[in-house]
């Protein structure tokens, strides 16, 4: 039994969606979700400044004595996992592999998936899939608006499904039957993409398969929790007002212990 | 005579707009341009927040021997132009009060301005048209989607459009006469939003404003240049490449100076 926190960390809100799944999967489990908001979004950045800025935020929550990090944004997870999995002596899960996984397991061989300009540009989630089963065929494609429709509150209008209809028009043209929803954001607007895909494409939400992963890691380095009334603790860099406001779409309960952190001050050298 | 640059700060490309007003304006003027777009974008972020990085920034362009700074981003001078103002002791020309006073000069009484959410909740615009007309009606909109739809290259799209209907719905219900686009991004979408908005409203660019008001400042502190082949140069804090892609929509000549620059390394203390 070990009774400290799992630490899950993202970007912004988007992980929350990851979050949700992990209390779900685990509801004896505290949490404590570390939103970068302050230097939001990360996937239109390089990955230099992506592995800068999720090494801050690891650091910063291994000082408050987290006993795993979920990585719960496929972009700092493509771009700084290995990194991470490499200085940190805690477990540290990322959403690529579990999504990956998941995608190969239900696939009749052609895989699309949807993610920020930087996890795309990363080829993570091809990697991934291709180390699982190298004959089954990837086609990424960024959606950049869609994290700012999900976000802004526009899923399920007429604008974000026109928009989804001009993002998935190539991998419709190339016959995936699999797409992988590669950014936490993007199960927000899943409803409309679902519309756009029709009912012969399986969607791949890597939140659900990433919780399964956590169960699984917690497991073998036997450091479950099994908390009656577990903590569920929220941390952000910036603008709690709008992390308050955006969380309400994104989970299915409110968000009572809020605060505002400073990570980019005392970062580690590295 | 002053051939020292003029230092342009904004939090990405949006104020390359301003940029190009300034080097069409005042073309013998030697322009060094500063994007942070490492903590882009800044119109969702806390005051706080984006105090801290506008000052950042205006330390490392005044290291650079600049000899004016201009704020060429709206969230940036409604919520750090007074500090700036005081801390520094070249000229500092931010992008609300030209746009401001050109509003009040064609309007009949009725102005709408549209803005990122940080400009709209401080009240910046509103405060500086009353500064001149108290009597003049001012309505501001946020309208977050649009920073996105400029840099992602769907500015004159069907979804801008339905997009620009929403957002402006509102304004048009109030019966503005004048609409000032309030983000230095928002020019990039001036054909789109003149086209719902229809020919009753007259719509104002603040870049062009600022540039007259730069030629002022320059006037009235006797720090003018007369360069035959001025140096256009180019700071971002990340993501050169991107940055590259979209100030190709931006500008009217190509970006031959770009430089990585970390400004948030050695911060001065505040």
Redesign the interface.
């Known amino acids: 039994m070990d009774s400290r926190p799992i630490g899950v960390f993202d970007s912004g809100v988007g992980g929350l969606t990851v979050f949700r799944e992990i209390s779900r999967a685990l509801p004896g489990e505290p949490l404590l979700y570390l939103g970068d ?4 979004p990360y996937g ?3 990955p230099e ?1 992506i592995q800068r800025y999720a090494r801050e935020a690891a650091y910063f929550l291994l000082e408050r004595d987290v006993k795993m990090l979920v990585v719960a944004c496929n972009t700092a997870t493509a771009a700084a996992l290995p990194i991470l999995e490499r200085e940190l002596s805690i477990p540290v899960i990322g959403v690529v592999e579990p999504g990956a996984r998941a995608a190969v397991s239900v696939t009749k061989g052609r895989v699309g998936v949807i993610a920020t ?1 930087g996890t795309v540009r990363s080829r993570a989630y091809t990697r991934a899939i291709h180390a699982i089963d190298g004959s089954v065929e990837v086609i990424e494609q960024p959606c ?2 869609f ?3 999900a ?2 509150g ?1 899923a399920g209008t ?2 974000a499904r ?2 989804a209809e ?1 993002y998935l028009a190539p991998l419709l043209r190339e016959k995936i039957d699999t797409l992988v929803l590669g950014c936490t954001h993007y199960p927000i607007l899943r409803a409309t993409i679902a519309e756009v895909t029709g009912e012969g494409v399986t969607i791949v939400d890597s939140a659900e398969t990433t919780a399964l992963a956590v169960e699984a890691a917690l497991h073998d380095s036997a450091i479950r929790a099994s908390e009656s009334d577990p903590k569920y603790q929220f941390l952000v ?4 007002e ?1 992390f308050l406001r955006i969380a309400e779409t994104f989970l299915d309960h409110s968000v009572d212990h809020l605060d505002l952190v400073d990570i ?1 001050r005392d970062q580690p050298v590295g």
């Open positions: 908001s302050a230097r939001v239109t950045k390089s400044t300009e950049p608006l994290v700012a429709l976000e802004e526009w007429n604008v026109e928009v001009v860099t910036d603008a709690t709008r980019a």
